[in-house]
C-alpha cells in the first residue's frame, strides 16, 4: 500500500516587524504584516485540493499553536518548527515526515504562484527523481521535495541567496541524487518583487 505524501508548508506568525522585514522596510512593518497574513489564507487555500491525496502539515513558528487557530481547518497536522537556521529547520521537518513514509516536499507563503497542480507535478517528479525543485527568480527556489531521506542534504546551503539552488544543485550531483525542476515562479520578499506580482496579475484573466 502505497504511504501518503506529505507536504510542509512552513509558516510564520504574521506579527508585524517579525515577518516580511525586506518589504517592511518599504512598506512599513505593520502593512507588510498583513499582506503576509492575506499571503497565509490565500496559499493554503489553494492547495485544499490535496487533502486525502497529501496530508498537508503546517510547520509553524512565531507563536504558539493557538495563535494560527483562524487556519487550523485548513492543515491536518500543526508541528512547530525546532530552533535552528533553515537547513536545520528543514532537516528536522523532512526526517520527521520521512519517518512517517511517504515523498515529502516543503514550501514556503510567500510564492502567490503557489497551487494545488504545482505541488502534484512535484510530486510526480519524484515517482523517477530523487529531488524536485521549484526554482524562484531570485536564484532559491520556493518549493523542495525528496522521495526519501539524504543525509546531508540540507547542510551548509547558503540560504536567502542568489546562489541558494545552484549550490543545493551542485550539492546533488556530488551525491549522486538525480533532480527534476518545476516551472520558475516568483518568491515575494521585496517591495519590487510585491509590484511585479501586483502588474502580472493586472494582465488578461
Not at 36 to 48: A, D, I, K, M, P
Not at 86 to 114: P, S
Not at 169 to 184: D, H, I, K, M, Q
Given at each position: 500500500m502505497a504511504?501518503?505524501?506529505?507536504?510542509?508548508?512552513?509558516?510564520?506568525?504574521p506579527r508585524a516587524g517579525a515577518v516580511k522585514t525586506r518589504l517592511a522596510e518599504s512598506i512599513g512593518a505593520r502593512?507588510?504584516?498583513?499582506?503576509?497574513?492575506g499571503w497565509v489564507t490565500?496559499?493554503?487555500?489553494?492547495?485544499?485540493?490535496?487533502?486525502g491525496r497529501v496530508r498537508i502539515v503546517a510547520y509553524f513558528d512565531g507563536a504558539a499553536r493557538e495563535e494560527f487557530a483562524?487556519?487550523?481547518?485548513?492543515?491536518?497536522?500543526?508541528?512547530?518548527?525546532?530552533?535552528?537556521?533553515?537547513?536545520?529547520?528543514?532537516?528536522?521537518?523532512?526526517a520527521a515526515a520521512h519517518?512517517?513514509?511517504?515523498?515529502?516536499?516543503?514550501?514556503?507563503?510567500?510564492?502567490l504562484e503557489l497551487d494545488a497542480p504545482l505541488v502534484v507535478a512535484a510530486l510526480d517528479v519524484l515517482e523517477g527523481h530523487d529531488v524536485v525543485f521549484g526554482p524562484a527568480l531570485d536564484g532559491g527556489y520556493y518549493?523542495?521535495?525528496?522521495?526519501?531521506?539524504?543525509?546531508?542534504?540540507?547542510r551548509?546551503?547558503?540560504?536567502?541567496?542568489?546562489?541558494?539552488?545552484?549550490?543545493?544543485?551542485?550539492?546533488?550531483?556530488?551525491?549522486?541524487?538525480?533532480?527534476?525542476?518545476?516551472?520558475?515562479?516568483?518568491?515575494?520578499?521585496?517591495v519590487d518583487d510585491w509590484r511585479e506580482h501586483l502588474s502580472g496579475q493586472k494582465g488578461p484573466a
Amino acid at each position: 500500500m502505497a504511504r501518503t505524501a506529505m507536504l510542509l508548508v512552513f509558516l510564520k506568525y504574521p506579527r508585524a516587524g517579525a515577518v516580511k522585514t525586506r518589504l517592511a522596510e518599504s512598506i512599513g512593518a505593520r502593512r507588510a504584516a498583513a499582506l503576509y497574513r492575506g499571503w497565509v489564507t490565500l496559499v493554503l487555500s489553494r492547495l485544499q485540493p490535496l487533502r486525502g491525496r497529501v496530508r498537508i502539515v503546517a510547520y509553524f513558528d512565531g507563536a504558539a499553536r493557538e495563535e494560527f487557530a483562524p487556519w487550523h481547518p485548513l492543515a491536518d497536522e500543526w508541528w512547530g518548527q525546532p530552533e535552528g537556521d533553515l537547513g536545520e529547520r528543514l532537516r528536522a521537518g523532512f526526517a520527521a515526515a520521512h519517518a512517517a513514509g511517504g515523498k515529502v516536499a516543503a514550501v514556503g507563503t510567500d510564492c502567490l504562484e503557489l497551487d494545488a497542480p504545482l505541488v502534484v507535478a512535484a510530486l510526480d517528479v519524484l515517482e523517477g527523481h530523487d529531488v524536485v525543485f521549484g526554482p524562484a527568480l531570485d536564484g532559491g527556489y520556493y518549493l523542495v521535495g525528496t522521495a526519501r531521506e539524504f543525509p546531508g542534504f540540507f547542510r551548509d546551503i547558503p540560504w536567502s541567496s542568489p546562489s541558494t539552488l545552484s549550490v543545493h544543485l551542485t550539492r546533488c550531483a556530488e551525491n549522486g541524487w538525480s533532480v527534476g525542476l518545476l516551472p520558475a515562479r516568483r518568491d515575494i520578499d521585496t517591495v519590487d518583487d510585491w509590484r511585479e506580482h501586483l502588474s502580472g496579475q493586472k494582465g488578461p484573466a
